[in-house]
């Protein structure tokens, strides 16, 4: 089944423990991606991986990493959370950014609570 | 830089009522446009799409929009409303020669019997 996998589904943790959120997708997707959804503002997009070894900034990436160094993988590291990122996270693929109106596959989300 | 309005947080119709779900975009080239949804607990799925074959766009579930470039909107239709359709709605924006996505706020709609 073609399918976007986070790990984990639900996470609390602490202030300044390090955390790492792992995205996997198995459509050989070119385009991946990270949100956050908070109510009221929507999904906003933290960071995008055109391909391989290429990332680069959303609108909100402070406080996040991420890393492909695999086409089918897209890890979210949070170095050192903050309540303010408490929230849902997403991570979406899609076959490429560029060259046609490609539409994105959702995970499931992860549900991040920081105290 | 590009932007979405989803003009109504909240929307409510009753069961067989019109719905009528608002986005206005702005963009400096012509983007690609989309309609998610979310059901509760869920991720988002893909309703439909603009792909500039066609301005009006039919999608899953008897939902449709109409792309009109002279007002920047693409509108998400559906002639009568389900109690299954009721979930959160988001329009997006995606530039076509880079990889950023922008979202809109969402519409919550409610179905009432």
């Known amino acids: 089944e073609a399918q976007v996998t986070q790990n984990p589904r639900y996470l609390i943790t602490v202030t300044g423990k390090k955390l790492t959120v792992t995205c996997s997708q198995n459509?050989?997707?070119?385009?991946m991606s990270w949100y956050r959804q908070d109510p009221g503002l929507g999904l906003r997009q933290i960071y995008y991986s055109m391909n391989v070894e290429v990332t680069d900034k959303g609108d909100v990436p402070e406080g996040y990493k991420v890393s492909r160094k695999e086409k089918r993988n897209f890890p979210l590291i949070l170095e050192s959370p903050s309540p303010n990122q408490t929230s849902l996270y997403f991570c979406a693929s899609s076959l490429a950014a560029v060259g046609g109106s490609y539409e994105q596959y959702f995970g499931p989300g992860t549900r991040l609570t920081v105290t | 830089a590009q932007s979405v309005t989803q003009l109504g947080s909240h929307v409510s119709v009753s069961e067989g009522a019109l719905v009528l779900l608002r986005c206005n975009y702005s963009s400096s080239v012509p983007p690609y446009l989309f309609w998610y949804v979310q059901y509760p607990n869920q991720g988002l799925q893909l309703l439909l799409k603009y792909t500039s074959a066609a301005t009006l766009v039919k999608g899953i579930n008897g939902f449709e929009a109409e792309f009109k470039k002279s007002e920047t909107s693409f509108h998400l239709t559906k002639p009568s409303a389900h109690m299954s359709d009721a979930a959160e709605y988001f329009c997006a924006v995606r530039s076509p020669s880079a990889g950023k996505s922008t979202f809109g706020d969402g519409t919550t709609l409610t179905v009432k019997p």
């Open positions: 459509m050989n997707h070119e385009y």
